[in-house]
């Protein structure tokens, strides 16, 4: 192989495999002498990859961990492969990766030769995951989009679903992406209301990308976060929830989601439940009934001691599910 670019890249990609290279392995694996090897590797290393060299019989080379992660080389299998998994991470909101997934989605859908995203799109397609069901899904696609728009600087078109199912067209200055655990939000400045907004990114339909760029404005106030928590406590009330459990803090825990926090155990009071007993305190700006058949799925008996329009539902929906059952 005499083209040096091109014998230099198959050369990285195979350092990038987890494993020792041989110096006469990699010269026959690329047809060159394993002088040509040490002069590639020295290439390199001036380019900042750090290759480790091993003396001796079974000595060799291989790529190590250095100060800056150095640019990947994928085959195709490999690149769907990151591609799907990006999208699962990024479509349903997988707790603590979601943000970093759309970020690297968004870099690695730039990059994809057609007949991959093809390949990525149609997998996805076929592919149903299992959720929670404490969150809406949203199409990694219009994550990808809505990301690119953010990061270039680019005007945003695309349609909306209000929460009472109007339709309207809206053309925005995206400013960030926002994932609460549960929804994907997007802010930013709509030029139509000429005003800050937050929307729904489940509710978002036919992204597109304008073309035109705009120079990004100051919020109003503090970042991302801090605009769509002032949007969402003008729009949805916060409730305070007071709930007793008649099981452990960990029992719970698991079947809550974590916005709603955590609860804290407290001793018996007596009741015949084995001393296992925990009290949540928290505020939510969920719908009660939501909160409601949350806290039914915890599967362990419990008492509500607030607010009263929570216990009052509750009280309801026991008798639908108790008539739904046959009781009398």
């Excluded at 990038?16 to 047809?31: D, K, M, V």
């Excluded at 979601?98 to 397609?125: I, N």
């Excluded at 990808?144 to 929460?163: N, S, W």
């Excluded at 009263?308 to 309801?316: F, I, K």
Aim: hydrophobic share 40%; glycine share 10%.
């Amino acid at each position: 192989m005499t083209d040096t670019p091109a014998r230099l890249l198959n050369l990285l990609s195979l350092l990038q495999t987890p494993r020792e290279w041989p110096g006469s392995e990699l010269a026959e694996r690329l047809g060159v002498s394993p002088r040509t090897i040490r002069r590639d590797i020295d290439r390199l290393r001036d380019l900042g990859y750090p290759v480790e060299a091993t003396m001796g019989a079974i000595g060799g080379y291989r790529l190590v961990a250095g100060a800056a992660m150095p640019p990947l080389l994928l085959d195709d299998e490999e690149a769907v492969a990151i591609a799907v998994g990006l999208r699962a991470g990024a479509g349903h909101a997988i707790e603590g990766i979601e943000e970093a997934s759309v970020r690297a989605l968004a870099k690695l859908e730039q990059v994809l030769p057609s007949r991959l995203r093809h390949r990525v799109a149609t997998l996805q397609a076929a592919t149903i995951p299992l959720t929670r069901g404490d969150g809406a899904t949203v199409d990694p696609h219009i994550l990808t989009v809505i990301a690119g728009t953010v990061t270039a600087g680019e005007r945003l078109r695309f349609g909306y679903r209000a929460g009472d199912g109007a339709q309207t067209s809206r053309q925005v200055e995206p400013y960030r992406l926002v994932s609460t655990g549960r929804r994907w939000y997007l802010v930013a400045y709509d030029l139509g209301r000429e005003d800050w907004r937050t929307f729904r990114v489940d509710r978002v339909s036919e992204p597109f990308a304008t073309g035109a760029r705009f120079t990004p404005r100051e919020a109003p106030v503090g970042d991302a976060a801090e605009l769509l928590s002032h949007s969402m406590s003008r729009t949805q009330p916060e409730h305070d929830i007071d709930v007793t459990f008649r099981a452990p803090a960990s029992h719970v825990a698991a079947r809550l989601p974590d916005h709603l926090g955590r609860p804290a155990e407290e001793a018996s009071a007596g009741d015949d439940d084995g001393g296992q007993r925990c009290r949540l305190r928290t505020r939510s700006a969920d719908s009660l009934e939501w909160v409601a058949l949350r806290l039914a799925l915890v599967d362990c008996e419990f008492t509500v001691h607030g607010p009263p329009r929570l216990a009052e539902y509750m009280s309801q929906l026991g008798g639908r599910l108790s008539r739904a059952g046959g009781a009398a």
